[in-house]
């Protein structure tokens, strides 16, 4: 009986322990707030709208909701550790940070826009692995998601991105060619 309690006491414990919460480990609210987006859970690509993505890399996405975007794959890593993921530096918590473009062999830069997977979408979509995503590059594909101001790197305008809107998180992507 006195192993059955300790189970059942861990076993509760273990189902409301979270090593990082959805709002991320920042005490900024607004810093919070992106997390919480930076980490939707939930997404189906039949409510998906078409985006361009010229309007993508313009910072021109009126909507947050549900979209999805035509590109090609130039380049993709794993991040380091920020703040939605609460600085935890496990593989398992890093999102996938994937530069896109008009063309295949386009180089960073002001050509490039970047998306990202996350944890909770990978956790939705187990397929959706960094070796999956590296056999896409140089490919057209469909990237599905959440648009997403990343106001944290506006001064990478141009060196390494066109624009701070991302689609963020990624739960789909689809090779096209």
């Known amino acids: ?34 997390d919480r987006l930076k980490n939707r859970q939930y997404f189906t690509k039949a409510f998906a709208k ?14 947050t909701g549900a979209v999805y975007v035509d ?18 530096k496990e593989k398992s918590f890093l999102d996938y940070h994937i530069y896109i473009s008009y ?3 386009d180089k960073l830069g002001k050509h490039n826009q970047i998306v990202e997977v996350s944890r ?9 692995t960094f070796d999956y995503v590296k056999t896409l590059i ?4 469909r ?3 959440y648009v997403f101001n990343d106001e944290e790197h506006k001064s990478a305008i ?17 090779k096209l060619e």
């Open 158 to 174: 141009g060196s390494w991105r066109a624009g701070i809107q991302e689609i963020h998180p990624v739960f789909f992507i689809d």
């Open 138 to 141: 140089g490919h057209k594909v």
């Open 71 to 88: 590109a090609y794959i130039t380049s993709a890593k794993i991040s380091g550790p920020e703040s939605c993921e609460c600085h935890i």
């Open 103 to 105: 063309a295949g062999n």
């Open 50 to 63: 078409p985006l361009d993505l010229e309007t993508l890399m313009q910072d021109g996405a009126k909507d």
């Open 1 to 34: 009986m006195k192993n059955i309690l300790i189970l059942a006491f861990f076993g509760h414990i273990g189902l409301f322990a979270q090593p990082c919460p959805v709002r991320g480990d920042s005490k900024n609210v607004k810093i919070q707030a992106a």
């Open 143 to 145: 990237i599905y998601g």
């Open 120 to 128: 909770y979408s990978r956790s939705l979509n187990p397929d959706l």
